[in-house]
C-alpha cells in the first residue's frame, strides 16, 4: 500500500506530451539530414530548405526543438526560430515571431505594418551577418488563402529587397507528401531536401517508452509484460503520444488505488481516453476535403470504396484521384482502415471502417 503522501512518478513531467525528452532515440538519421541542411549557414551560406513529412506522433516537432538547442548551444551566427502555424497562420504573425526573436520584444503594438516589420527583419539579418532559420509547424495551417506562398516569397527572396539577408526554411507537416502546389515563384527558391519519419518500428517504441519508464516511475512500478501491452497500444495508433499518456493515466489510476505498482486493468482503464489522443491530434493535419471524406465514413459502419466515393463526388464534384489520395492519407494516418477485399465488381474492391466511434470523429470534427 501507498501511504499518504506516497507517489510512484519520480518525475511526473516526464510524461507530459510537452515535455521535451533528454533522450531522443532512433532519430539520428533525420537529425543528420536537418544538420546537413544547416551546415552551409555555419559557414556563412545559405542553407538548404527542408520538409519534415511523417505521420503524427513520430518526432518531427521533438526533432526541430532538439536541432535547435544544439544550434543555440554552438552559434550565434544562426538564429532558429520555431513558428507554430496553428497559432501564427498569416505572413504577417510569422514575421511578427521573427521580430520578437531577433529583438527580444514584440514590435511596437501601435499599426505596425507587415511591410516595417519584414524590413526590420531583414536588415537585421543582413547587417549583423544572422542567418534565420525557420520552422514553420504544421505548415499546413498555411495552406488556406495560399498564405504559404507569401511566407514562403517573403522570407526566400528577402535577400532580393534587402541585400545580405539570409533566411532558411524548415516546413513540417503530418502528410506523406507536399500535396500543395506551390506558385511557380515560390517553387523556384523553395527547393526542399525531404526528411521523412516513418512510423517507429515496434522495438523502438518499446524502447523509447521503456526509457520514458525509467525516467518518470520508481524501480518496480511498470512490470515488463505491462509495458508489452502498452507498446501494443501505441503501435495500433502509430502515435507515440498514446503510449506516453497511457503510461501517464496508467500511473494515476495505480496511485488513486493506494497501489505500488501498475495493474493491467490500469492500462485497460486508461486506454478509452489515450487512444483519443491520437485522433485528436491526427484530425489538426486534415483539410476541408478530407475532413468530408472522414465524416461520410462514419455514417454506416463499413463501405465499399466505391459507395463512398459517389457520395462524396456528389456533394464535392470531385474525382477519383482526389478521392484515392484521401483515402492513402487517412489510411496512412490510421484514422480509417481501407483493407482490400477479394472481391468486387471489377476485381479488388476496397473496405472502409473508421477506426473510432463515429461519435468520438464527430463531436472533435465539430468543435
Ligand atoms: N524518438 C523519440 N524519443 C523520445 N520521445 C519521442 C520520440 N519521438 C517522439 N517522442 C515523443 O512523442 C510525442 C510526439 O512527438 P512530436 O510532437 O515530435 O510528434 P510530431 O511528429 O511532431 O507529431 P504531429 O505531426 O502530430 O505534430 C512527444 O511527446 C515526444 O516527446
Ligand atoms: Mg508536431
Known amino acids: 500500500m501507498l501511504l499518504w503522501e506516497e507517489t510512484l512518478f519520480k518525475d ?35 542553407p538548404v530548405n527542408a520538409l519534415c513529412l511523417g505521420p503524427p506522433g513520430t518526432g518531427k516537432t521533438t526533432a526541430i526543438f532538439k536541432l535547435f538547442e544544439e544550434i543555440e548551444a554552438h552559434s550565434t551566427r544562426i538564429v532558429p526560430v520555431h513558428v507554430n502555424c496553428q497559432m501564427d497562420s498569416t505572413r504577417y504573425a510569422v514575421f511578427y515571431q521573427l521580430y520578437k526573436k531577433i529583438f527580444e520584444h514584440a514590435p511596437p503594438s501601435s499599426g505596425i505594418s507587415f511591410k516595417r516589420v519584414f524590413e526590420k527583419v531583414a536588415q537585421h539579418s543582413a547587417d549583423e551577418d544572422k542567418v534565420l532559420i525557420v ?57 526542399a531536401e525531404e526528411v521523412i519519419f516513418p512510423l517507429y518500428s515496434r ?21 515488463d509484460d505491462i ?10 495508433s502509430g502515435d507515440l503520444r498514446v503510449g506516453i499518456d497511457l503510461l ?6 495505480a496511485e488513486k488505488r493506494a497501489s505500488k505498482s501498475i495493474s493491467p486493468e490500469d492500462v485497460a482503464s486508461s486506454l478509452e481516453r489515450s ?17 468530408e471524406v472522414l465524416r461520410m465514413a462514419t455514417l454506416q459502419e463499413s463501405w465499399r470504396a466505391g459507395e463512398l466515393f459517389r457520395l462524396f463526388h456528389e ?35 476496397r473496405i472502409i471502417r473508421v477506426r473510432y466511434e463515429a461519435e468520438e470523429i464527430l463531436s472533435r470534427l465539430n468543435q
Open 275 to 291: 487512444r483519443l489522443v491520437h485522433l485528436t491530434y491526427a484530425l489538426k493535419s486534415l483539410k476541408a476535403d478530407e475532413k
Open 248 to 253: 501517464k493515466r496508467a500511473g494515476l489510476n
Open 135 to 191: 520552422a514553420l509547424d504544421d505548415i499546413n495551417y498555411l495552406f488556406p488563402e495560399k498564405e504559404v506562398d507569401h511566407v514562403l516569397y517573403s522570407l526566400l527572396r528577402a535577400h532580393e529587397t534587402c541585400p545580405g539577408a539570409r533566411m532558411g526554411v524548415i516546413g513540417i507537416m503530418s502528410e506523406l507528401a507536399l500535396n500543395y502546389v506551390l506558385d511557380p515563384r515560390v517553387v523556384s527558391v523553395f527547393q
Open 203 to 223: 522495438n523502438e517504441i518499446k524502447d523509447i517508452l521503456s526509457r520514458r519508464s525509467q525516467m518518470g516511475f520508481y524501480p518496480g512500478v511498470i512490470a
Open 315 to 349: 456533394k464535392t464534384g470531385a474525382g477519383y484521384t482526389r478521392f484515392h489520395e484521401i483515402l492513402n492519407k487517412l489510411d496512412a494516418i490510421r484514422l480509417i482502415n481501407a483493407d482490400f477485399t477479394g472481391q468486387g465488381e471489377r476485381g479488388r474492391s
Open 12 to 46: 511526473r513531467d516526464i510524461f507530459e506530451l510537452d515535455h521535451l525528452p533528454d533522450q531522443f532515440l532512433h532519430r539520428e538519421r533525420q537529425l543528420d539530414s536537418l544538420k546537413f541542411c544547416i551546415r552551409p549557414a555555419l559557414q556563412g551560406g545559405r
Open 227 to 236: 509495458l508489452e501491452t502498452v507498446v501494443d497500444h501505441t503501435e495500433k
